[in-house]
């Protein structure tokens, strides 16, 4: 995580669904859409804010692309509406909803130069000729390929295709503009430097955006809020630090992130606080659940310490174990750690001075602590 310079481009003060007076761009209503016996999209109620950065987050196949479509006008829902303002806008063909959206496999026309290719939209739009042009450079420099306008997208890189699709998604002013996968084909330093010039360009024209992503981290980045589907229905809508640290369900914890979950009866529950009986031990954790449920505790692989001698004193949850393997990704070292046979949990650490020599290797001891407040209880 080095090197970058835009960083900053969170909106901590942009919360607009927390506001009762403001009212949605976009509304979707039980909308519901079926191809044959499978239900892509079911039940979804769903509101997307003016100027909201919007992540769609799930597992192939779980509906993402069906519901910009739905969106977009590519499909009509058999169940529910979609409403742009107040107006349900089901019966208006593509061409007339102030919606863009740039497909998974986005593809340039090959024979035309750059900047035809950003014109596109804008002929077909019936912009006057002599706009078109201005409009044209305007693109290319939000975009950072001034002067490249009449080259052939075969003369260009794959970044730079990326942009000029993106140019040319952006050209007609679009309202919303969905971008179904729009970084999949860039490689990782690229498509960091891509989301920044997403979120710096949507920001700069106050554009409502809504993304398909199956990179989790690219998600966390960009969203002002991020939208978890699982089989057609949206699980959890939340801003990025919700969905990751207060999952709704077991499927959330796990899709989002690494984590460990540990499974067992609540044996005592009150003040905020539940303590749970696990085969990995007895835990405290911070939440709320009922004496004998089912409970699990999901706890995520940074907020667990690696200590190489036992801890003493803490009001900690400890767990005794041996290091069985561990990936070093620069940044971070994750520890695979044995707690009993065949039972493996993951710690994180940041490696915060530059050793060379590792303090800890495979079958070293280690005993892994957590706070009852780093715990999430879940019960479902
Ligand atoms: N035109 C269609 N005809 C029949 N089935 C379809 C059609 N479009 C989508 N489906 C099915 O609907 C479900 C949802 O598809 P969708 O394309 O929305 O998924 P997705 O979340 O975008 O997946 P991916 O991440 O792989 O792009 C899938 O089971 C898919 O096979
Ligand atoms: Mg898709």
Known sequence: MSGRPQLGAVREAFAPWEDPAVRPLVRFEGVGKSFGDTAAVRGVDLSIYEGEFFALLGPSGCGKTTLMRLLAGFETPDAGRVLLGDRDIGADPPHRRPVHMMFQAYALFPHLTVAQNIAFGLKRQGVPRAEIGPRVEEMLSLVKLEGLGRRRPDQLSGGQRQRVALARALAPRPRILLLDEPMAALDRKLREETQFELMAIQQRLNLTFMIVTHDQDEAMVVADRIAVMRAGEIVQVGRPTEVYEAPADRYVAGFIG??????????????????????????????????????????????????????????????????????????????????????????????ATRLVDRPLGVGDPVWLTFAPSSAVVLTT
């Open 258 to 351: 690494d984590v460990n979950l540990f499974e067992g009866r609540v044996t005592a529950a009150g003040g905020g606080r539940v303590r749970l009986a696990s085969d990995d031990g007895a835990f405290d954790a911070e939440g709320e659940a009922a004496v004998g449920d089912k409970a699990w505790l999901a706890v995520r692989p940074e907020k667990i310490a690696v200590h190489t001698e036992p801890p003493v004193g803490g009001d900690g949850n400890v767990i005794a174990g041996r290091i069985v393997d561990y990936g070093y990704l620069g940044d971070w070292t994750t520890y695979v750690v044995e707690a009993s046979p065949g039972r493996t949990l993951r710690a994180a650490r940041a490696n």
